[in-house]
């Protein structure tokens, strides 16, 4: 199993910044990508950006220019910088970590940590 706790979520006035934060931990060898999922009320949930254990790196157009993901290999953790920030990108994040198998991916998710932009 693998174990996610984010952190770094709030109130912030529109464009502002914020920076989230994900802890790894557990079983986390052969994990594959590691991201950042958002959900907003009434909404599915969205990729917002993705990174691989080779570093190569994926943004939803929403994030593109404004958000950046990274990781620190030695802490285990991953982190979204949240610049010029929206009242659109009012959601609940998810951190995500996937695991690809032979025939399957295992995915594995935090608790979800609030951001929410005021106008």
């Known amino acids: 199993q693998v174990q996610l706790v984010e952190s770094g979520g709030g109130l912030v006035q529109a464009g502002g910044s914020l920076r989230l934060s994900c802890a790894a931990s557990?079983?986390?060898?052969?994990?594959?990508?590691m991201g950042w999922y958002r959900q907003a009320p009434g909404k599915q949930r969205d990729m917002v950006a993705v990174?691989?254990?080779?570093?190569?790196?994926n943004y939803a157009d929403s994030a593109k220019g404004r958000f950046t993901i990274s990781r620190d290999n030695a802490k285990n953790t991953v982190y979204l910088q949240m610049n010029s920030l929206k009242p659109e990108d009012t959601a609940v994040y998810y951190c995500?970590?996937?695991?690809?198998?032979?025939?399957?991916?295992?995915?594995?998710w935090g608790q979800g940590t609030q951001v929410t932009v005021s106008s």
């Open positions: 995500a970590a996937f695991r690809q198998r032979v025939l399957n991916t295992d995915d594995y």
């Open positions: 990174i691989t254990a080779g570093g190569s790196t």
């Open positions: 557990g079983s986390i060898f052969s994990i594959n990508a």
